[in-house]
């Protein structure tokens, strides 16, 4: 059996407003919370028991998936009280495995949506013999992660976490969040104390001579950490771009979840999904957006890749365009947002108040 550990604990602060009532991996892309989607990817992959790394607004998971029978998974819950890092996270849910110290175990950043074969991952790491397996992917600009160059047999050479030179970019190759740890691996890292897997326990395994070996995959693969990359990823859950079982509904041009009302004369494309209890007044056009449940859009308004929060309301002609709007805020009519700007939770902005073009 292979276990795995998803590390869902971070406070998400690069998407907020969206975490402010909600986890990030709560989050909904496509229909159902982001972590849906990496849970039932792990069942895909012959994965039976998932530890849930948890920390901030640590309540909220237990209520959505139980103990994880409904998913055919035996899930447990980890919480740390004071923010461990991602070894110390790691280290803290190792308690709740039951692998032996050979053993592969699956870790997982609870940011990322990947079309990785885990499984595959997991069978390359056992006959390599490695210590730690890291998935690795290829980016044009590398300076915003961690940079791991290997050898062509894809052994690790070395660690450089967000280069601040050129020189310090010696491949293109970057962390991609997800790994195979051999179990007792796990159990040499530090309790009880911050410890960065990629500052401090990879580096130390280098130092050591352990074996790391670094899998380059081309798939997709997304870091979900900005709301403009997070509302992406789930148009692509809904286009079929890339899959996941826990999509509720055929690939297509909008999800339209139950409850919904969309009036005849609406237009919906590019991925979006219509929350339950969502609202499409006539005449409006939503595009690659998420509207989340009790969601409003009034006649004739324009909302396109961007996120619109429970409850929220957009007026009447206004334009969104690569924007968020908070749970319960209200966008009055003839506004126009653009370029990442985000409105906070319970906001009110009054009729045609904000503008980046000149009126007609």
């Excluded at 494309?269 to 219509?274: A, L, M, Q, S």
């Excluded at 308004?301 to 002609?317: T, Y």
Aim: one cysteine or more; glycine letters at 12%; aromatic letters at 4%.
């Amino acid at each position: 059996m292979t276990e795995a550990v998803l590390l869902v604990g971070g406070r998400g602060t690069r998407l907020r407003p969206l975490t402010v009532n909600t986890p990030k991996p709560m989050v909904p892309a496509a229909g159902v919370p982001f972590l849906a989607h990496q849970l039932a990817r792990l069942k895909a992959a012959g994965v039976e028991h998932v530890v849930l790394a948890t920390s901030y607004l640590a309540e909220v998971f237990e209520p959505y998936f139980g103990n994880g029978a409904a998913l055919g998974l035996r899930l447990t819950y980890v919480t740390e009280r004071e923010p461990l890092g991602t070894g110390g996270a790691i280290r803290s849910a190792a308690t709740a495995l039951t692998s032996g110290p050979a053993d592969p175990v699956l870790v997982l950043n609870g940011d990322i949506l990947t079309g990785l074969d885990t499984a595959d991952l997991v069978r390359r790491h056992e006959a390599a013999g490695a210590a730690v397996t890291l998935h690795l992917t290829r980016v044009e600009d590398p300076r915003a992660f961690g940079l791991v160059p290997t050898d062509a047999s894809g052994r690790v050479l070395a660690f450089t976490e967000k280069p601040t030179s050129p020189e310090e970019i010696v491949t293109d190759q970057i962390n991609a969040g997800c790994y195979v740890f051999r179990r007792d691996v796990i159990d040499a890292i530090p309790a009880g104390r911050p410890v960065s897997v990629e500052r401090e326990t990879f580096p130390g395994l280098l130092a050591d001579g352990a074996h790391l070996l670094g899998v380059v995959d081309r798939t997709y693969w997304l870091d979900l950490g900005r709301p403009d990359s997070f509302v992406q990823a789930s148009a692509d859950l809904v286009r079929g771009v890339v899959t996941s079982p826990a999509v509720p509904g055929p690939p297509g041009e909008a999800l339209v979840l139950p409850g919904a009302q969309v009036a005849d004369g609406a237009k919906l494309g590019g991925g979006t999904v219509v929350g339950a209890g969502a609202v499409v007044d006539a005449d409006a056009v939503v595009e690659g957006s998420i509207l989340l449940d009790g969601a409003r859009v009034e006649a004739g308004a324009w909302v396109g890749h961007s996120l619109v929060g429970a409850g929220a309301r957009v007026g009447a002609r206004t334009v969104l365009d690569g924007a968020v709007v908070g749970d319960g805020a209200v966008v009055g009519a003839d506004n126009e947002l653009r370029n990442g700007v985000r409105v906070w939770c319970d906001t009110r902005l009054p009729d045609a108040s904000v503008r980046f073009s000149a009126d007609c």
